[in-house]
């Protein structure tokens, strides 16, 4: 499948708005890609504090006279099996990012990987049979890259060819975000993806 690399001028020509400053939206970009990150943390690590742990609240030995120091509970965190002191607890990571700073992203991104020439165009991608070999066959006449985003629109058969595919990700237009374009050595869009892309990059 012949594929041609998509280039500012044909990217502007579909519409597509992109950055004039190569440095601007680069805090966008980290902050975008921090907050996609800390959404997926799942914040349930959880350890046992003092009135959690099982065990008895008795006091172990006499205050004096022992020679031992002094001890109040089995439960104290010096003991093993006691409570863990300052442990992680049950939290939220999520971080919230605004529209606009999701979309200056998403732009900044697109354009640092077309000035790189990293973006690729195709009239389309389908593998009908829904067979993985065939959609590795496909994939390998487009790039020899060894990670792969590719951005269109896809029928249920040619996700299924690529769910086994590690190096290859599909991403519908309407989802690709800006740590997808980011963390790929290329990517390849749909002639169908520019029409989207070039709705979601549009200023208001």
Known sequence: MAAGILTAEAAKQANINLTEDPHKGRQAMHDVVVALQANRRSGTACTKRRGEVQ??????????????????SRRSPIWSGGATVWGPRPR????????????????????????????????NLAVADGK???????????????KVLI??????????????????????????????????????????????????????
Do not use: C, P
């Open 92 to 123: 939220d990571f999520s971080k919230i990012t605004t529209k606009k700073v999701r979309q200056l992203a998403l732009r900044a991104s697109l354009t640092a990987r077309i000035s790189d020439g990293d973006v690729l165009l195709v009239e």
């Open 55 to 72: 065990g008895s609240g008795k006091k172990l030995w006499k205050q004096k006279g022992t020679g031992n120091a002094r001890m109040g």
């Open 151 to 204: 951005v269109g629109a896809f029928d249920e058969a040619t996700f299924r060819a690529a769910r086994n595919v590690a190096n290859v990700q599909l991403v519908r237009a309407e989802e690709v975000n800006t740590e997808h374009l980011l963390n790929y050595a290329k990517v390849v869009l749909t002639n169908g993806a520019l029409e989207i892309l070039a709705r979601r990059t549009a200023t208001e």
């Open 132 to 146: 993985t070999k065939n959609f590795v066959s496909t994939v390998k006449g487009i790039t020899d890259a060894r």
